[in-house]
């Protein structure tokens, strides 16, 4: 049974909308306005006309962050990506760790990269759920109150190397140097910040469970289904991704069916500073990677053939 570990009051959330400048050589954003609460924001979320991708100056809606999580384990290295139902949108999609940046972290959104992490991205082994820190921060842990911690044992997050061309916000340099882009259809600068996840050997049968938020009578509220976990892994073979999807459980990689899967608009092509579309068919974005699809495995998107069944029929009802 699914059960719920936190609930928040959506309207303490507040954005700032943006004013972008882009060149070929760097990309710059500062705060414009007054700020926003989460339906304004979204309100502000609709397509923008930008007719040259490398060089531009525009109003846009808001900051989001996304996190391209490489988990180390045993040896090997894994993209993390997890399951989000669009409700904006009307799609159902695999996708970077990400959210909205708050209006008091706007200069520094690696600070709302991090919490996202903590948020979304949950690690439970046979002796308890795992704390995690970066570097010397200890990263903030949401569901203390609801689940079991272990006290001895911790993840390591850690950044990797950045993106070539810089990003500013006003004169500050942001110097982990994330990936930018623009996203046209919700007018809105995202950031993708690289950052490794180490975890400890004396993590035992670990699985990764994904939680995420959603609005409930007001409010925001995040359940932990481990029927669902929600959580899925791209193999990388020297740094480079491959043609499989798996899940973690119990100390167990389990392949997934990838048939009819979606992934979210990161994925896509980037044109200079833009990226246009919404999302990207899995097989097209192994085309993109010049991966050739592996065969067809069983299907572990949840616990019965019913339910991914259903997960693959919402996807492919966005079209």
């Not at 882009?181 to 007018?187: G, K, L």
């Not at 200079?272 to 192994?286: A, F, M, Q, S």
């Not at 991966?291 to 998107?301: G, I, N, Q, R, W």
Request: aromatic share 8%; net charge neutral.
């Amino acid at each position: 049974m699914p059960r719920i570990i936190s609930r928040k009051d959506p309207a303490t959330f507040k954005t700032l909308p943006l004013y972008v400048e882009a060149t070929p050589d760097g990309i710059a954003y500062q705060s414009l306005g007054r700020p926003l609460n989460f339906s304004e924001m979204l309100e502000r979320r609709k397509p923008v006309e930008l007719p040259d991708s490398q060089r531009f100056a525009a109003e846009l809606a808001n900051l989001g962050v996304s996190v391209r999580l490489t988990l180390h384990w045993q040896g090997r290295e894994y993209w993390l990506l997890v399951r989000q139902r669009r409700h904006d949108r009307g799609d159902v999609v695999l996708k970077l760790i990400s959210g909205y940046v708050p209006a008091h972290e706007l200069n520094l959104p690696l600070l709302t990269a991090i919490q996202e992490v903590a948020e979304e991205c949950l690690l439970e082994t046979s002796e308890g759920w795992l704390y995690g820190r970066f570097g010397d921060t200890w990263l903030p842990a949401p569901y203390e109150g609801t689940l079991k911690y272990r006290d001895n044992v911790h993840f390591r997050l850690s950044p990797l190397s950045g993106a070539a061309r810089p990003v500013q916000c006003g004169n500050l340099t942001l110097l982990e140097r994330p990936r930018a882009y623009v996203h046209v259809p919700t007018a809105s600068l995202q950031l993708v910040y690289d950052l490794r996840l180490d975890l400890p050997k004396e993590a035992k049968q670990p699985s990764l469970l994904h939680v995420d938020e959603h609005l409930e009578n007001g409010k925001l509220i995040a359940r932990l289904d481990h029927a669902r976990p929600d959580l899925y892994l791209i193999p990388l073979e020297q740094g480079r991704p491959t043609a499989e999807l798996l899940t973690l459980r119990q100390g167990q990689l389990v392949p997934v069916n990838t048939r009819g899967l979606w992934l979210a608009e990161s994925f896509a092509a980037q044109d200079g500073w833009l990226v246009r579309d919404e999302r990207i068919r899995w097989k097209d974005w192994l085309t993109l990677q010049n991966l050739t699809p592996k065969p067809s495995k069983p299907d572990v998107f949840s616990t019965g053939p019913e339910v991914s069944s259903r997960v693959r029929l919402d996807t492919a009802a966005a079209v």
